[in-house]
């Protein structure tokens, strides 16, 4: 038997364990699957990406919050349909909640009471009931923090992984939702990619639901069409009719989906349908507004001037349950990934907790995504996880003291400095300016202090100079 144990114990349990050989040995260090570590250079693309969404998010008057990691899963249960419930991460309860538990039954609520949350939005929506009392409205917050989902990691999906959420809540103005819009153009016009913005709304789905003659199956039926890039229409189909959708339902459906042309021609061909054009003859009253809201925001998003791809996706569904308005999806027309960005409005999702008639409207920038996007298309600015501009070397106890003065000099001006922090050969100094990227070095022996100069040294062009160490506005020029 081999035993692996850091107890301080161990010898009681080395006398537990009598007549069986036991191995004390170090455990191979890993990681859950679908969760990463990120070096320094990642670390600085990353916040490359924060920075840049961030900064958008403050121009349009966001404040940024923070919730904790777990909620009670009172708050996360229900809210993201069945299959989003199963891919919820629950904590189990430390100290004596597993007294007496028959672990061959269900885990009873004091066992397991809090889980991981999978988004930012309900934890959001549960903030504002909490504080209503000190925020003012319409709220304008976003979030940037890690989420966690027990899928199946893949390519381009992790169980671990960051959300950058920007909601507004508190007004039900399509100009909200145009902002939104504009957020995803500044947001990828600055990181360089180029992204199709796909636009539908959970209206319209309710309305495909009411002309197939099915009211009752809109979120058996939006489940199956957010399917259809990965499975096709006739899978879609197949699912649509194991929830009992009737075949002439599923026709009127098909129609939809196939509607071919541009803006005006699908809300055309749409609004007709939802007069009573289809094969069911039913009226969709609630497809119709739908419709009326779509005309709104796209005339918004033409009058502001979006600069990215903007389209009407009639199969776009976003599964979540909480929708109830537009809903938005954002794809990398240049790189081959799913879903970098994505959100809609949602007007019962405070209501579930004590709060209601309060609409709100979000989309959420998938950070691990759009790095991978970055990395594929070779778009971060180069020798970005460079942070030290100067190295100082050292050379000797002598040498340590003299530089120090200055390198305390440049630091208050906003230098990046490094001294070395021992004295040893000037080819493992180098090497290691190589390998960190910093772009200047600062070799000064006992002639230099004797001078009262220091050298500085370009390490990509191999300029040299020397200048008198209280010259600090001529250090900061050459260091430019």
């Keep these: 038997m081999v035993l692996i144990c850091k107890n301080k114990h161990f010898h009681e349990i080395l006398t537990n364990f009598a007549g069986q050989k036991t191995v004390f040995m170090a455990q191979k260090p890993s990681i859950p699957k679908g969760t990463r570590d990120f070096g320094q250079e990642e670390m600085a693309r990353r916040n490359y990406i924060f920075d840049t969404i961030r900064s958008v998010f403050l121009r349009f008057g966001y404040h940024e919050i923070e919730t904790p990691a777990m909620e009670n899963l009172s708050t996360l249960l229900g809210k993201y349909g069945d299959e989003g419930d199963k891919l919820l991460f629950r904590i189990l309860n430390s100290g004596d909640a597993f007294a007496g538990v028959d672990f061959d039954r269900p885990l009873p609520p004091q066992v397991c009471e809090k889980g991981l949350r999978y988004d930012l939005t309900v934890p959001f929506a549960r903030y504002v009931v909490q504080h209503q009392s000190e925020i003012s409205f319409p709220f304008k917050r976003f979030q940037i923090q890690p989420v966690w989902r027990a899928d199946r990691p893949q390519k381009g999906r992790y169980r671990e992984f960051y959300q950058c959420d920007v909601d507004v809540i508190g007004s039900r103005s399509q100009v909200n939702e145009l902002e939104l819009v504009q957020m995803v153009d500044m947001v990828f016009s600055a990181l360089g990619i180029r992204v199709g913005i796909k636009i539908n709304n959970r209206k319209v789905l309710t309305g495909f639901a009411e002309i197939a003659g099915a009211p009752d199956k809109v979120v058996d039926i939006t489940v199956a069409i957010d399917k259809l890039d990965k499975i096709g229409l006739e899978k879609v189909e197949e699912e649509m009719a194991a929830k009992e959708i009737s ?69 776009l569904a976003r599964g979540l349950n909480y929708y109830t308005g537009a809903i938005f999806e954002v794809k990398a027309l240049d790189f081959p990934i799913g879903s970098i960005c994505g959100g809609g409005r949602y007007d019962n999702l405070t209501g579930i907790f004590g709060l209601p008639d309060m609409s709100g409207v979000g989309i959420s920038f998938g950070a691990d995504r759009i790095y991978d996007v970055l990395t594929g298309l070779d778009k971060f600015p180069p020798a970005l996880g460079t942070t030290t501009r100067l190295l100082f070397a050292v050379m000797g106890s002598d040498e340590l003291r003299y530089v120090l003065p200055l390198s305390a000099a440049l630091r208050k001006e906003g230098v990046a400095v490094e001294v070395y922090p021992e004295a040893c050969k000037l080819r493992k100094q180098f090497d290691y300016a190589a390998r960190k990227g910093i772009p200047f070095i600062s070799i000064n022996g006992s002639e230099e202090i004797a001078a009262g100069t220091i050298n500085l040294k370009n390490l990509e062009s191999g300029t040299q100079i020397a200048l008198k160490a209280d010259s600090l506005e001529e250090i900061l020029a050459f260091l430019k």
């Design 247 to 315: 075949a002439e339902g599923i026709a009127v459906i098909r129609e939809i989906l196939s509607l071919q042309g541009g803006f005006a021609e699908k809300m055309a061909s749409m609004r007709s349908l939802f007069l009573g054009g289809s094969a069911s003859g039913i009226v969709s009253e609630t497809g119709l507004k739908g419709l009326d809201e779509l005309d709104e925001l796209f005339s918004l998003i033409e009058a502001g001037g979006v600069s990215q791809a903007v389209e009407l996706d009639l199969s």
